[in-house]
């Protein structure tokens, strides 16, 4: 099999499975969710979702975020993973956005990319859900999913993104961010892959490769 004939299949049955896909982070505005994905690295999107409600009650705007200090915020995100490290992220992220950008989220990777706590993964998925760029942010699950499907071989998510930027259309990128995502998440997990109900293991170069002797 090619690796064009891998992405056309996978992608299709994708698109078909789950025409549109969206985040399971609940937000209702940009400062909102770029908070949640900060929130959200290392940590499950339903925990992210039991904490934000009474966070952003608190705080709804970055300019609130910024007058709080780390531990007022340390108080309402107690229960995610990196508490500590998170609280002093969010109150210094907020501090940048009023201080440079007008309590306004920005809509590039390298000014995304100066605000403490966002990473390349985390800009790529603002650039995405809030400004419809053509972003492929890759997390644990993109990472895995990619490697061990054989969409690509990179020891790196930027090695990663770059390999299925080249492979999938623009129009496809963000969606199939989200494709390959909810399929790690829910199917192809880390360490119990449920491959009988796969519905994409026929493009699956390591599924493939531990079944020849069965074919």
Not at 35 to 59: G, W
Not at 109 to 134: D, H, S, Y
Not at 148 to 176: C, N, Q, Y
């Amino acid at each position: 099999m090619t690796l064009k004939e891998r992405y056309e299949g996978a992608l299709n049955y994708w698109r078909t499975a789950m025409p549109n896909p969206v985040t399971e982070l609940v937000y209702s505005n940009p400062f909102e969710i770029l908070v949640a994905v900060i929130l959200s690295a290392q940590c499950t999107d339903k925990r992210v979702n039991m904490v934000t409600p009474e966070l952003f009650a608190a705080y709804p705007t970055a300019q609130a975020m910024s007058t709080a200090s780390e531990e007022e915020i340390l108080l309402y995100i107690k229960s995610v993973s990196y508490p500590n490290s998170k609280a002093r992220h969010l109150q210094q992220m907020s501090a940048m956005l009023v201080d440079e950008f007008q309590g306004t989220v920005p809509d590039t990777m390298e000014q995304l990319t100066r605000l403490p706590g966002v990473g390349r993964k985390t800009a790529n998925v603002i650039l995405g859900v809030v400004f419809n760029k053509a972003a492929i942010p890759v997390d644990t699950h993109v990472f895995r999913v990619a490697n061990r499907m054989g969409l690509a071989s990179g020891k790196t998510p930027l090695e990663v993104e770059k390999t299925l930027i080249r492979h999938i259309a623009p129009e496809d990128r963000f969606k199939a961010h989200h494709w390959i995502l909810l399929h790690g998440r829910y199917t192809c997990k880390a360490l119990k892959p449920n491959c009988l109900e796969c519905g994409v293991k026929k493009w699956c170069k390591t599924y493939q490769a531990s079944h020849k002797h069965q074919q």
